[in-house]
């Protein structure tokens, strides 16, 4: 069965740090490029970042630059999102999601999605 | 950015009854525009990928129509399991961005 697992949430006070887990299970995990998208309690969702197969390429949204990393070990069928500098903004339902190509489009959709870890940033 | 606006932001329709959520975005993303469909507390499931293309799995009652900046999601037959909120998502240009959803009532 095709499956992502997120784990590593929980409540951290702001400036802090946190590192989320995504663990894929049932696919050739280095085949795919994978995402994190966020959701903030009753708003929509949030496209974070992006890697790339071999994790040589990765995109952020502005508002995690320089704060946020994303990163895999294709060796272990795992990826990560590193988060500094947490904001009371950052408070959210983190799903890692994989992307599915179709070649002659632009970009991916996303096929495939965890049951998401929540982050709450808080004093 | 691309930003993507979604009508109507609420649709409350009876079993049976066809229903058509729209996303427009600001400017033209050829066919990159994607459809999930998300229920109360759980993950978004992948509906319709590149505007018409229709994903594995998802009921043939699910067709999604449009290019350029505007785009269509059909529900043929309304059934109560279709209570949930649909989003667009776009992935023509970073950063992807989504529409701010339509919520489907059913009465």
């Known amino acids: 069965e095709v499956q992502l697992v997120e784990s590593g949430g929980g409540l951290v006070q702001p400036g802090g740090s946190l590192r989320l887990s995504c663990a894929a299970s049932?696919?050739?995990?280095?085949?795919?490029?994978m995402s994190w998208v966020r959701q903030a309690p009753g708003k929509g969702l949030e496209w974070v970042a992006n890697?790339?197969?071999?994790?040589?390429?990765?995109y952020y949204v502005d508002s995690v630059k320089g704060r946020f990393a994303i990163s895999r070990d294709n060796a272990k069928n795992s990826l990560y999102l590193q988060m500094n500098s947490l904001r009371a903004e950052d408070t959210a339902v983190y799903y890692c999601?994989?992307?599915?190509?179709?070649?002659?489009?632009?970009?991916?959709?996303?096929?495939?999605w965890g049951q998401g870890t929540t982050v709450t940033v808080s004093s | 950015e691309v930003v993507l606006t979604q009508s109507p932001d609420f649709q409350s329709v009876t079993p049976k009854e066809k229903v058509t959520i729209t996303c427009r975005a600001s400017?033209?993303?050829?066919?990159?525009l994607h459809w999930y469909q998300q229920k109360p507390d759980q993950s978004p499931k992948l509906l319709i990928k590149?505007?018409?293309q229709s994903f594995s799995g998802v009921p043939s009652r699910f067709s999604g129509s449009g290019s350029g900046t505007d785009f269509t999601l059909t529900i043929k037959s309304l059934e109560a399991e279709d209570a949930a909120t649909y989003y667009c998502?776009?992935?023509?240009?970073?950063?992807?961005?989504f529409g701010q959803g339509t919520k489907l009532e059913i009465k």
């Open positions: 998502h776009q992935s023509t240009s970073l950063p992807y961005t």
């Open positions: 400017q033209s993303i050829g066919s990159s």
């Open positions: 590149y505007a018409s």
């Open positions: 999601a994989r992307g599915i190509i179709v070649v002659s489009y632009s970009g991916f959709a996303f096929d495939i």
């Open positions: 049932g696919f050739t995990f280095s085949s795919y490029w």
């Open positions: 890697i790339k197969e071999d994790g040589s390429k990765s």
